[in-house]
């Protein structure tokens, strides 16, 4: 447990901008005390998502994949395991939704990935799977973002498609 708490707290004190009003202390015991919380941000640390503290929400804490690029180690993957099902050849391994279920944590959805751009620079040769209205989604489409030309874009893609650079961004809430 040691060495996952010294690598978040040495992020968290060197993005003090991110969350200028806390002190590690807080998090560290929420950290410690929470097992769920503990084992879901060091998935997230894991598969390359660099968790730092941030508020995307009003009146939420929580860690949030901060990795300048897509987290490596969730990249390759479908939206959905519909998207999954339906997919006749080469299927990836697995979905985003199913990955982040398994680790305990959740997608970040389109305004929590604008917001996460206010704090710095992210997807600038990668982009990422973020959650997709149900709506959109029975229609067969699946939202992603990334940043170029100084601006982040927000598209779409078949659910069932894939991309080596594309992954997803999770958080889950500090309680």
Not at 2 to 16: P, V, Y
Not at 27 to 45: F, T
Not at 145 to 155: H, P, Q, S, T
């Amino acid at each position: 447990m040691d060495k996952l708490i010294e690598t978040l707290k040495t992020r968290f004190l060197s993005h003090m901008e991110r969350h200028q009003d806390l002190k590690w202390e807080t998090i560290e015991i929420k950290l410690k005390e929470n097992k769920k919380l503990y084992e879901a941000v060091n998935q997230m640390e894991q598969t390359g998502g660099e968790p730092d503290v941030l508020s995307l929400a009003p009146n939420k804490l929580m860690f949030v994949d901060c990795s300048i690029e897509s987290p490596s180690g969730r990249r390759s993957l479908c939206y959905d395991e519909i998207a999954l099902k339906e997919r006749k050849e080469h299927k990836p391994i697995s979905s985003c939704e199913q990955m982040a279920d398994d680790m305990g944590i959740h997608m970040l959805d389109e305004a929590m990935y604008l917001k996460l751009h206010s704090f710095g620079s992210f997807d600038l040769k990668t982009s990422s799977w973020i959650k997709t209205p149900l709506s959109l989604r029975a229609l067969g489409g699946a939202l992603n973002g990334e940043k170029r030309y100084e601006r982040v874009f927000i598209f779409h893609n078949g659910a069932q498609s894939y991309y080596q650079s594309r992954g997803f961004r999770g958080y889950i809430e500090i309680k």
